[in-house]
């Protein structure tokens, strides 16, 4: 076993961070981690559990005059994100990780560090291995497979904990405290069209809509950014109305949690109308550059000659399907009234795909909400738009929210002493975009949940690092709100 962090405190984490590093773990390969997870609670006799997934959960009993406190779940995830330079000549499911310090931080070499969540794994076998702490009791839940899908917190089933507290220890920013995340849910629209054959007299047009930022589609959805598919339908709107355009075929998007920032259509134009249609997608260029014009500074509008298609989509699909992606809910759709700043709900119209060979276009959304039932709202808004327009609307992978809470008995208690402790009130904070905490709240839903970590920098890149010294007031923090939880 390497030695390189031995001289770092606190040695107890460090000491089990630094055999995190030697068993490979990357998403869905999480086996050794949960190997070594039991292995550990056998080792100091604690009581363990493991579910159908692969999650465990450790319990340790409270230290003497104890008893009677709230039991306390600590939690991180057992993977980490497999991310290495393309030198480094890396294989995750083999190769151990080689952590290295550079001034004020713990790196990796040439690869992912999994700090993230490798630090919340180590601080909880910390606690539980620990003789000389105060605390109540507590349950350590280490799940799976967090970075691909949640998996581990998707197969949670009621009675596998028994806590009233859960503290997620899987946050980036020492001195913030997490008290909400969104909650997702997919659309899958699909539109069923004829082909016609293509009108006679007619020009062929490629439409581009191109250089936008994009970004996450949760994360960047309050950043006013241009949305590829909605300028490119805003833009067959107007041509469909004006000039005669026939749609011949359409492509927006490609990740459904990413804003989009390509799209394009071939279109046919009456020859008549071919100079107004240039005309017009110049003015479009120029409409939409002034209106984003603060956030899109490279964007770009603009069309290119086509090779002459067979057919074209039948009218009446034509015309549902640009009526309803011109008006489909997209963007933020409320602010949360709990945090202020924080987007309550929001959608991403992430994909415009047709397909020639099926004669079908679908469109992928993804939804999101810290509070479930706007989400449904939502949801039932979008299948009202997409029936009345004859298409098919198929809602999947729903998972729940975590509504803020300002009122929380932890965060409160936590706030306290956060400040008496670093002189300082730390920040509160909410996401919107998913956390275990959204899943695990919607399987146990009385828990008082709160999240919070070291500051790790550049996480899910080779640049990924953790400052030493957040890791101390970390767990100073950590060890003197175990002292103060209320009792139950
Ligand atoms: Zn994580």
């Known amino acids: 076993m390497g030695n390189i962090l031995s001289g770092l405190k606190p040695e107890a984490i460090w000491k089990h961070f630094e055999e995190i590093c030697e068993i490979p773990h990357p998403s869905k390969h999480e086996l050794k981690m949960a190997e070594y997870v039991i292995n550990f609670a056998k080792a100091n006799n604690l009581e363990y559990e493991v579910d159908d997934v692969q999650n ?12 009677n406190r709230k039991t306390v779940i600590l939690q991180g995830h057992l993977d980490m994100v497999p991310q290495a330079n393309s030198d480094a000549n890396h294989n995750f499911e083999k190769d151990p990780i080689k952590p290295r ?13 999994g700090a993230d969540n490798g630090i919340g794994v180590a601080t909880s076998l910390a606690i539980l291995e620990a003789k000389d702490l ?27 904990l028994k806590g009233d507290i859960l503290m997620n220890l899987d946050s980036e920013d020492e001195g913030e ?26 020009s062929a047009f490629k439409i581009f809509v191109k250089g936008l930022k994009g970004g996450h589609s949760g994360c960047d959805i309050h950043l006013g950014r241009a949305n590829s598919n909605k300028l490119l339908f805003r833009f067959l709107k107007q041509g469909e109305k004006n000039l005669g355009l026939r749609l011949v075929a359409v492509e927006g998007g490609n990740l459904r949690n990413a804003i989009p920032r390509e ?17 017009a997608i110049k003015q479009y260029e120029a409409i939409i550059k002034m209106e984003f014009a603060a956030v899109e500074p490279d964007l770009s509008i603009y069309a290119e000659k086509a090779k002459s298609p067979k057919n074209v ?14 008006v489909c809910p997209n963007n933020v759709i409320r602010m949360s009234n709990d945090m202020p700043g924080l987007v309550e709900t929001s959608t991403n119209l992430a994909i415009v795909k047709s397909d020639d060979k099926t004669k079908k276009v679908e469109i992928k959304c993804l939804l999101r909400s810290s509070v479930d039932s706007s989400k449904e709202a939502l949801e039932q808004k979008m299948a009202a738009l997409f029936e009345l327009a004859g298409a098919d609307c198929i809602f999947d992978g729903q998972y729940p929210g975590w509504k803020p ?36 709240g919607g399987v146990f839903p009385n828990l008082d949940m709160i999240s919070f970590g ?17 890791v101390q007031k970390f767990w100073d923090y950590i060890l003197e709100t175990l002292k103060n939880v209320p009792v139950k």
Request: aromatic share 8%; net charge neutral; hydrophobic share 40%.
């Open 56 to 67: 465990v959960v450790i319990r340790k009993p409270a230290t003497p005059g104890m008893e």
């Open 134 to 160: 105060v605390h109540g009791p507590i349950e350590a839940l280490f799940t799976i497979d967090e970075e691909t899908g949640m998996t581990g917190a998707f197969g949670l089933k009621p009675g596998f």
């Open 101 to 113: 310090i550079e001034g004020e931080w713990v790196k990796a070499t040439g690869t992912t560090l």
């Open 263 to 279: 799209a394009y259509a071939v279109v046919m134009i009456p020859k008549e109308n071919v100079k107004a249609f240039e005309e």
């Open 405 to 440: 809470n300002p009122s929380s008995p932890i965060l409160t208690e936590m706030i306290d002493i956060y400040e008496k402790m670093f002189g300082k009130k730390p920040e509160i904070k909410a996401i919107h975009a998913g956390l275990e905490c959204g899943l695990i």
């Open 454 to 470: 070291p500051t790790i920098k550049f996480p899910h890149s080779p640049d990924e690092q953790c400052n030493i010294e957040t």
């Open 177 to 202: 405290l997490f008290i909400g995340c969104a909650g997702g849910t997919n659309a899958n629209i699909t539109f069923k069209y004829n082909k016609k054959p293509a009108p006679k007299k007619h």
């Open 313 to 326: 989509f039948d009218k009446s699909t034509q015309r549902n399907l640009i009526n309803a992606i011109f």
